[in-house]
């Protein structure tokens, strides 16, 4: 496979962002998202239908800095799982005094139990996705040695391998370096970029297999 200038400069600075990533994800590894790391959290009950950008306003007052989610527990949006890295006897009572302010409650801080919860594990975020995978790559492979018969197979498989590869190599290297929060969107966000790499190069190749026939 020759290479021209533009894409071995291309190819070069690919692999040099997939040495820095491997540098990084060695000395600090991936940056993960909050509810997939140890955390701590609780929920609180309300009772009534509250906005919850309100509540993660008060979030913001009580916890400053530190990164934390707030989720609907229930339909009715009266319930409210609030989760960080920790929470401290002060943070929670500063937080049930602000909540019991400004909704009218009658909230007790030591009623609210604090829940520690354990990490998720990348390989095991990833797990879920192997068998469609296996499935999927068994069949592409198939379809392109039957449909791409008159083509070398295997510098055509070979491409398509280095392709994806690099890509899914350069992406996760960025997101290391840069220290995006790994999370399922993002995941999920490098499986689209993979299928229409392989799209756009099966469609490429159903082109240059007309110009054959």
Do not use: W
Request: proline share 2%.
């Amino acid at each position: 496979m020759e290479l021209n200038g533009s894409k071995k400069i291309i190819i070069l600075g690919l692999i040099l962002l997939i040495v820095a990533g491997l540098v990084v994800v060695a000395l600090k590894g991936f940056n993960v998202y909050l509810m997939l790391e140890q955390h701590e959290s609780i929920n609180i009950f309300i009772g009534k239908e509250t906005n919850i950008k309100e509540v993660k306003d008060i979030c913001k007052e009580v916890f400053g800095k530190k990164a934390v989610v707030v989720r609907s527990v229930d339909f009715f949006r009266d319930s409210f799982n609030i989760s960080s890295q920790s929470i401290t006897d002060e943070e929670r009572n500063n937080l049930v005094t602000k909540i019991n302010e400004k909704y009218g409650t009658e909230l007790e801080a030591e009623n609210i139990e604090r829940m520690k919860v354990s990490n998720v594990r990348i390989r095991d975020l990833i797990r879920p996705y192997i068998k469609p995978v296996i499935i999927s790559v068994v069949v592409i492979v198939a379809y392109l040695v039957i449909r791409f018969r008159k083509m070398n197979t295997f510098e055509l498989l070979g491409k398509l391998f280095v392709l994806v590869a690099l890509t899914e190599l350069a992406i996760a290297s960025l997101i290391a370096i840069v220290r995006i929060p790994v999370s399922p969107v993002i995941v999920n966000l490098m499986t689209v970029i993979a299928v229409v790499e392989l799209v756009l190069y099966i469609a490429k190749k159903e082109k240059e297999r007309e110009e054959l026939d």
